[in-house]
């Protein structure tokens, strides 16, 4: 049962260029909602995270929409660089059980 | 702060035996929670333990086990071993309580272990 939907799979990017992932989630009972950043060989960093209270939350160059009604969440990435290919996971929890989408490679092209 | 620490960071085993790995949590930490990642499934919860009792479980095997220390160290075991088992395994610690950022978990660089 898969609670947490990511998409797409795989993103190209131009440098400078807006990166969007999308990720929709089943369970209304969710209360929060990170981001994690891996790259190949580490293990995933939290790069920025939501709760359902707020619409849009903003940290530099990534920013994340929620909609709660609509029972979805998007990770933004401002100017692109070749430093963010990486794979993006959305997650979701309650209780401190993360639920995971099943990642985006994201190739930011120079 | 130092991170999280997981030992080893490789390990070759045999089908049928039996693995034991490690995690040290961020100093202060009383949560460890534990994730196997493949190609395939993607990254799944484990379990998670808090103050050295599981708090919670996912939907693995029972030959899936852990326990936590009283210095909020844990260990993962996994006793008869399959091919399927091979992965990258996680271990993400946080404060553990409710409430802004206590719940944030931050993750080790993973024990890949490799079952031949």
């Known amino acids: 049962q898969q609670q947490v939907k990511q998409s797409p799979q795989s993103l190209i990017v131009q440098k400078g260029g807006i990166s969007i992932i999308n990720c929709a989630y089943e369970?209304?009972?969710?209360?929060?909602f990170p981001w994690y950043q891996q790259f190949p060989g580490k293990g995933p960093a939290l790069l920025i995270a939501i709760r359902p209270d707020v619409s849009e939350k903003k940290e530099g160059r990534f920013t994340i929409s929620f909609n709660k009604s609509a029972k979805q969440f998007s990770l933004h990435i401002m100017d692109s660089q070749p430093g963010d290919s990486a794979t993006y996971f959305c997650?979701?929890?309650?209780?401190?059980?993360?639920?995971f989408g099943q990642g985006t490679e994201l190739s930011v092209k120079p | 702060k130092a991170g999280v620490t997981q030992t080893p960071r490789y390990l070759i085993k045999t089908r049928g035996q039996q693995v034991t790995l490690s995690c040290s949590p961020i100093?202060?930490?009383?949560?460890v929670s534990w994730y196997q990642q493949t190609p395939g499934q993607g990254l799944q919860f484990l379990f998670e333990y808090f103050s050295e009792t599981q708090r919670n479980k996912g939907n693995f095997p029972g030959r899936f086990s852990g326990r936590q220390f009283s210095n909020s160290r844990s260990e993962m075991n996994v006793s008869t071993l399959e091919l399927g088992d091979s992965a990258l395994y996680l271990c993400a610690s946080s404060a553990g309580l409710a409430g802004k950022n206590q719940e944030t978990q931050y993750f080790g660089p993973g024990t890949r272990l490799l079952v031949l």
């Open positions: 369970n209304t009972a969710f209360d929060y």
């Open positions: 997650a979701a929890s309650k209780g401190g059980k993360l639920i």
């Open positions: 100093s202060g930490h009383r949560s």
